[in-house]
């Protein structure tokens, strides 16, 4: 991506590569200062600077992140070669609308009551930075692997570039 994109830009060309990543990697720090990452599930939003999350509020997951709200996640679609890492802070939220809008019965095997278990913690994670890596996909990128042991040459292996948002 080029430096001289606008946060709008950005954050769509994000949008593109997350879009279709079922799971996402939430790290938290933990009461002893140990990073903890945990898998969630990744809503069907499209993204816009924020990323929302559902939780319970008897994890320690939860409990870090009203401690702590730094917080990282990352996504990875290794088909295609393609790793978003976004730094943020988290945001416990209570909001039913919100709530309603990112519900799917999928919660149903975490939270026994539904929507209106009172475990259920919606979490907005406001990011502010991003590092992503975009490869060429798995053909080519078998080739230029092939290519660089044979000729002994760096191959194109695709783009890392960082963002501010």
Same mark, same amino acid.
């Given at each position: 991506?080029?430096? #001289?994109?606008?946060?709008?830009?950005?954050?769509?060309?994000?949008? +593109?590569?997350?879009? *279709?990543?079922?799971?996402?990697? /939430? $790290?938290?720090?933990?009461?002893?200062?140990?990073?903890?990452?945990?898998?969630?599930?990744?809503?069907?939003?499209?993204?816009d600077?924020?990323?929302?999350?559902?939780?319970?509020?008897?994890?320690?997951?939860?409990? #870090?992140?009203?401690?702590?709200?730094?917080?990282?996640?990352?996504? +990875?679609?290794?088909? *295609?070669?393609?790793?978003?890492? /976004? $730094?943020?802070?988290?945001?416990?939220?209570?909001?039913r609308?919100?709530?309603?809008?990112?519900?799917?019965?999928?919660?149903?095997?975490?939270?026994?009551?539904?929507?209106?278990?009172?475990?259920v913690?919606?979490?907005k994670?406001?990011?502010?930075?991003?590092?992503?890596?975009e490869?060429?996909?798995?053909?080519?990128?078998?080739?230029?692997?092939?290519?660089?042991?044979?000729?002994?040459k760096?191959?194109?292996?695709?783009?890392?570039?960082?963002?501010?948002?």
């Amino acid at each position: 991506m080029s430096d #001289d994109l606008t946060r709008e830009q950005s954050i769509k060309h994000i949008a +593109s590569i997350i879009k *279709d990543v079922k799971f996402a990697m /939430l $790290t938290t720090v933990t009461d002893s200062g140990h990073m903890h990452a945990r898998p969630m599930t990744t809503q069907q939003t499209e993204y816009d600077g924020d990323l929302w999350f559902i939780g319970g509020k008897d994890t320690e997951g939860v409990h #870090d992140m009203g401690q702590r709200p730094q917080v990282n996640v990352s996504y +990875s679609n290794p088909d *295609d070669s393609n790793y978003v890492s /976004l $730094t943020g802070t988290a945001e416990l939220v209570e909001d039913r609308a919100k709530l309603d809008e990112l519900w799917s019965d999928f919660y149903k095997t975490y939270f026994e009551g539904g929507k209106e278990d009172p475990n259920v913690q919606l979490i907005k994670i406001s990011t502010h930075g991003a590092e992503l890596w975009e490869g060429p996909g798995k053909v080519k990128a078998l080739y230029e692997l092939a290519k660089g042991a044979v000729t002994g040459k760096r191959g194109d292996m695709g783009n890392n570039e960082t963002v501010n948002l």
